[in-house]
């Protein structure tokens, strides 16, 4: 009888650990260690008006929006994961301007320019 207990406890001890390391292996999209790449945000010295809000997203995926507040001639960096983006610029009037097929690739900075 002591024998069958203990190798259900160490049975069920084995399943929580197993459980455990696969478990350790999930996380989030982007926190797997992996660096990406970088995408500049540029507002044209020649512009009028502020960059507020840079949106971007994967098609089919959440929406990322970052507030900027970028004046004419700044430049400001996001850092993402490698995929193709639509990004859009918010400017502090009403216009939006939309960046389709936006490419980041790995270690390298992307560069997207708006004028307004």
């Given amino acids: 009888m002591t024998m069958n207990l203990l190798s259900r406890r160490g049975l069920a001890l084995f399943a929580v650990a197993l459980l455990a390391l696969g478990l350790s292996g999930c996380g989030d999209y982007y926190d797997d260690g992996y660096y990406g790449g970088t995408l500049e945000v540029r507002n044209d010295p020649t512009s009028f008006e502020t960059i ?3 949106n971007a997203w994967v098609d089919g995926g959440p929406i990322e929006s970052f507030a900027m507040f970028l004046m004419p001639g700044e430049v400001d960096y996001i850092d993402f994961y490698p995929d193709t983006y639509t990004v859009e610029l918010e400017w502090s009037d009403p216009l939006v301007e939309t960046f389709p097929f936006v490419d980041i690739f790995d270690d ?3 560069t997207i320019t ?3």
Wanted: aromatic share 12%; no cysteine.
């Fill in 108 to 110: 390298a900075t992307t």
């Fill in 52 to 54: 507020e809000y840079v």
């Fill in 114 to 116: 708006g004028v307004n």
